[in-house]
């Protein structure tokens, strides 16, 4: 079973795992409330089937058999070019509005495999073991997750000092089976509809604290893994009222590890600084970031064009401002692509034979938040009161008001009401509702927040030399002595 369907993944998620929602524990997949969710996950395994040509690739190690594209180590431009395509396929399913289709974690595993020359720096039953999970991966077609922020409140200490120190997840013990690990991790975005939490780091950790250098991946049915929801967004409506709220909300939590048995054959990296504070920084700029560019590109296509198909409900579409804002969108999709584009092309060999697009791509952190929230903004700036006006469609099927409504709330330019209430719904959906405006909160922080990527996009310009300009410019004009 190398490529799953919806239904097989649906059955995948009877398994005991504990999750928390409101105010209960629920059993994930038979709970009404989470139905679309996991409708709308399951909807994304038919997709890669249904757009197979794309998202699926021959799997090099079992003749015939087929794999997710997301899952292949790339070893060249050829390589990145069909990743590309089945990525892009991929993120169409939602138009970008999930942000944690398995194919996300898949591409930064395939990436932390591709990497072996890192690993060697540590012991190499690490490696081993990450390879073989690898495997399990693409055999198993299995949903993963990731949890890799540690879970610190006072930023005034060190994300692993003062009160975060006990809060955050680490090793308490081992035994002759696994490692024991304790504590929280921020977040878990399609934690309770996941198969596995891959557990890795995000930023560097100083030398003596080891503890918490752990990369491992562990089933979320596994005894003390607790999941602890925010509320649910997702609605129980028609596809054509809620397009996004019935189908795509990919419930994030809290994971608190309670005292975690790890089996070793899952311990990747346990106390080994080298891997551990290497891995991220030479796998994500530009490998991680093909995938969440890919993504941001599609949806910011289909914003651009939500946000013309809403003017041309108000017929504003030759309003200047109007007209400005819709360049200023796809400005930013301009500016997206090309980015991807240089850094595809701009690919290289970054170890072990590695071949990921330029790490400049990352440069993308730095700006996108902010792109998507003025999206937002855009989209309520010129939907106005219209993305109120919004009757559900299954109201123009009521004979007592169905009249009414085509008569007072019809669209410009002859557009019949239904259109307009799909239309602004959708628009609603997208960026009012409450699962849009989590989509926002998850578009500002899924990549950390856009003030830490700024800082260390800063960080390395200094590193990297890019300055000195100044002086040049002072010397060759004769300000200052040469
Ligand atoms: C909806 C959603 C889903 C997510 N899903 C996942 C997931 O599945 N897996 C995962 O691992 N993570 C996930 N994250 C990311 C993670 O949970 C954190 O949000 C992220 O790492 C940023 O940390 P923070 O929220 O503490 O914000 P911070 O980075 O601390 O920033 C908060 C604000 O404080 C300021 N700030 C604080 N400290 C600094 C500093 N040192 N330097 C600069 N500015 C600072 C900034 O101005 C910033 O705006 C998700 C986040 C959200 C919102």
Redesign the pocket.
């Given at each position: 079973m190398a490529v799953r369907t919806g239904n097989q993944y649906i059955e995948s998620l009877d398994d005991g795992r504990e999750v928390w929602l409101g105010n209960k524990k629920i059993d994930v997949a038979h709970d009404p409330l989470l139905r679309g969710s996991i409708g709308g996950m399951a909807g994304y395994f038919d997709w890669q089937n249904e757009y197979a040509d794309e998202c699926l690739i021959d799997d090099p190690e079992k003749p015939g058999e087929k794999m997710n594209v997301s899952l292949m180590l790339p070893k060249s431009a050829e390589d990145l070019a069909i990743r590309h395509r089945g990525l892009e396929r991929l993120s169409r399913y939602s138009n970008g509005m999930l942000?944690?289709t398995p194919d996300y974690v898949n591409v930064v595993l395939s990436g932390h495999t591709a990497r072996s020359d890192i690993w060697a720096r540590g012991k190499p039953e690490g490696y081993e073991r990450l390879a073989k999970f690898h495997r399990e991966v693409i055999d198993g077609d299995l949903a993963l997750?990731?949890?890799?922020?540690h879970a610190?409140i006072d930023?005034s200490a060190p994300p692993l000092a003062g009160m975060n120190s006990d809060l955050t997840l680490r090793v308490v013990d081992r035994n002759e089976n696994g490692i024991v690990v304790r504590g929280g991790?921020?977040?878990?975005?399609?934690?309770p509809l996941a198969d596995e939490l891959y557990v890795y780091s995000?930023a560097p950790i100083p030398s003596g604290a080891e503890e918490y250098a752990l990369i491992f991946s562990i089933p979320v049915k596994t005894k003390g893994v607790i999941q602890i929801c925010?509320d649910h967004y997702g609605v129980d409506a028609s596809v054509a009222d809620a397009p996004f709220s019935s189908r795509f909300d990919e419930q994030?939590s809290f994971v608190i590890f309670d005292d975690v048995e790890v089996p070793y054959e899952r311990v990747f990296c346990d106390g080994d600084l080298t891997v551990y504070n290497n891995l991220n920084a030479g796998v994500s700029p530009g490998n991680t970031l093909q995938q969440t560019a890919i993504r941001a590109m599609v949806k910011l296509e289909f914003a651009y064009d939500l946000c013309s198909s809403i003017a041309k409900v108000t017929n504003s579409l030759a309003y200047p401002e109007t007209a400005e804002m819709l360049g200023e969108i796809h400005a930013y999709l301009t500016l997206t692509r090309s980015a991807i584009v240089g850094a595809e092309a701009r690919a290289h060999d970054w170890g072990a034979g590695a071949f990921f697009p330029h790490r400049d791509l990352s440069v993308l952190r730095c700006v996108m938040p902010g792109w998507m929230s003025r999206v937002n903004q855009i989209i309520r700036v010129i939907g106005g009161h219209n993305l109120l006006c919004t009757p559900s469609l299954e109201l123009f099927e009521n004979p007592e008001i169905a009249d009414k409504l085509r008569k007072y709330l019809p669209g410009s330019n002859g557009m019949p009401a239904e259109e307009r209430a799909r239309i602004m719904r959708m628009a609603w959906d997208f960026a009012g509702s409450a699962l849009g405006s989590?989509?926002e909160?998850?578009e500002?922080?899924?990549?950390?927040?856009?003030?830490?990527a700024?800082?260390g996009d800063h960080m390395n310009a200094q590193r990297d030399g890019e300055w000195g300009q100044v002086r040049e410019f002072m010397q060759k004009s004769g300000i200052v002595a040469e």
């Open positions: 942000g944690r997750t990731h949890t890799i922020v610190n930023k991790k921020v977040l878990a975005t399609l934690g995000s925010r994030d989590r989509v909160l998850y500002m922080f899924y990549l950390t927040s856009q003030s830490r700024r800082i």
